[in-house]
């Protein structure tokens, strides 16, 4: 069990939390004039590292916002939460 | 090698067991091989295999970075069944199934295949017309499926909870009486124990660091144990997909989870079938050693740590336990994870790449056991003929840029 740290709500378990993928992929401002290949990497292809992890979460039973998270996708340690806005670390 | 037989039983056992054969032997590895196979869990064994036996390669290489087997090939819960939603993935798991058939036989192996029959369970109107419309596609690509009732179930399986007043009540099944498990470690060794016999180097605790290209062709990889040349590569990485993708610069579609089972203290036999349940997920069969083997989801989030968290294995046993009540008083007796790379369309990847030479074979999810020979078997047909048998023609990487996915996410009879 993850223990998770919210910007807005502080530390609590990895049950109040929605996982919400890889962080940082954004929604390109205009899909038609992209090429497939460039259209399949934002719909699907994700860096998916051996390590640090720059990923999304949503306290989901709680607060219900997003944010940020870098998350060691080995030893599991979460080494610091964010707000998406202001990029914010608590 | 010395083939297995009941009379070479009984040949060692006069002689004290003193002179029985190594199954593999352990080379050291050589500067140049024709195909150099990345990953020596049971799917490259296989493709090794295959290589050697249907298509006469020879001065071939297995290079695994810890030890044959220890990866998913050892993590998971042995099922084995074909009865898949889309024709381009049925038929490419009942290839599979059919060698699966007849592998001990093939490899002088006992890999305990047992086809004791599969049970997916449907709790909801909904659930039993998708059974419906599964098994009607599953019989009309000629694979064994029928639609049992609850009475036929609580029958073959009298420990089940089949009363209309539980929780999530028991409508229905299908039922793939050829679908069954095989034992894993066995399949990764008669694998190996074949495969040498073709004169393929097995090289455990092998690591590879890099793939070396030159002008878009594959000529040769780095590894913890020296460089090696070769203009063939296939990688078969269960759990790695992303990290050996990126020594190539290419970037996948795949994002590896944790994904946790256990087993319970041994029992007497109570459980003579696999039960699967998508609504209350949770998969449950019992081993010839008696224990419980009981499976479920994935973890949410990524992850390479080969372990997940408490909370999913608590949801697993919450839905074995609605199935199977008196199982509340077992007592588990080891749990484990592996990490298993989901494609967004649930199906794997057996592929050229835009790098001649260089091939893949991974991206099989929560259900790569079942595949084990099958998916050597047609790797072996894209490297040795630089194209993609039929069977295995959907599953290539372009598919994720042309849109043509074989979504079997919630339709392959388990919610992955």
């Known amino acids: ?90 | 090698m010395k083939k297995y037989s009941a009379f070479s039983l009984l040949r060692n056992a006069i002689s004290y067991n003193r002179n029985w054969q190594r199954a593999w032997r352990c080379p050291e590895p050589r500067r140049k091989y024709n195909v150099v196979i990345v990953g020596g869990g049971g799917h490259g064994l296989a493709t090794a295999y295959y290589l050697a036996k249907e298509h006469g390669v020879r001065n071939i290489a297995v290079l695994e970075k810890g030890w044959i087997g220890g990866g998913n090939t050892g993590r998971n819960t042995t099922i084995v069944r074909s009865n898949y939603l889309w024709t381009e993935a049925s038929l490419l798991y009942e290839k599979s199934l059919k060698l699966w058939e007849g592998l001990s036989q093939d490899l002088n192996y006992n890999v305990m295949f047992s086809q004791r029959g599969v049970y997916n369970l449907g709790h909801s109107l909904q659930d039993m017309r998708d059974i419906e419309r599964r098994v009607g596609a599953n019989r009309l690509n000629g694979i064994d499926a029928e639609v049992v009732t609850p009475e036929q179930i609580k029958k073959a399986i009298p420990l089940i909870n089949t009363s209309a007043n539980a929780r999530y009540p028991i409508l229905g099944a299908s039922l793939q009486r050829r679908g069954g498990v095989a034992r894993h470690d066995a399949i990764a060794w008669g694998f190996a124990r074949a495969a040498d016999a073709y004169g393929v180097d097995i090289i455990q605790q092998c690591e590879v660091t890099g793939l070396n290209r030159d002008s878009g062709r594959i000529t040769g990889l780095e590894t913890t144990r020296g460089s090696i040349q070769t203009n063939k590569v296939g990688v078969v990485v269960a759990g790695n997909a992303s990290v050996l993708a990126s020594m190539a610069e290419l970037r996948l579609p795949i994002e590896s989870h944790p994904l946790q089972a256990l087993v319970s203290e041994p029992l007497k036999p109570v459980l003579d079938s696999v039960v699967m349940s998508n609504a209350v997920h949770g998969y449950i069969s019992q081993s010839d050693k008696g224990d419980l083997v009981i499976g479920a989801g994935i973890d949410a989030y990524t992850g390479y740590g080969q372990r997940g968290s408490f909370h999913t294995i608590e949801h697993a046993l919450q839905a074995i336990i609605e199935l199977f009540p008196s199982f509340s008083r077992v007592r588990m007796l080891r749990m484990w994870g592996g990490t298993v790379d989901i494609c967004p369309d649930a199906c794997p990847i057996i592929s050229k790449t835009p790098i001649d030479g260089l091939y893949f074979n991974f991206g099989w999810g929560t259900g790569g056991f079942k595949a084990t020979p099958g998916s050597g078997w047609v790797f072996a047909h894209t490297i040795a003929q630089d194209r993609p048998h039929e069977l295995n023609a959907p599953f290539n990487l372009e598919r994720f840029t042309t849109g043509a996915l074989v979504d079997e996410h919630g339709a392959a009879a388990v919610a992955h």
């Open chain 1, 1 to 90: 069990m993850l223990l998770i740290n919210c910007p807005w709500c502080g530390e609590r378990d990895e049950t109040d939390f929605s996982y919400g993928g890889e962080g940082g992929i954004t929604r390109p401002l205009d899909p038609c004039a992209l090429s497939d290949a460039e259209w399949a990497d934002y719909l699907f292809m994700r860096s998916n590292p051996r390590g640090p992890h720059q990923e999304l979460w949503n306290h989901s039973q709680g607060c219900r916002r997003w944010f940020g998270a870098e998350r060691n996708t080995v030893t599991y340690k979460i080494a610091a939460t964010y707000e998406l806005q202001s990029g914010k670390q608590n």
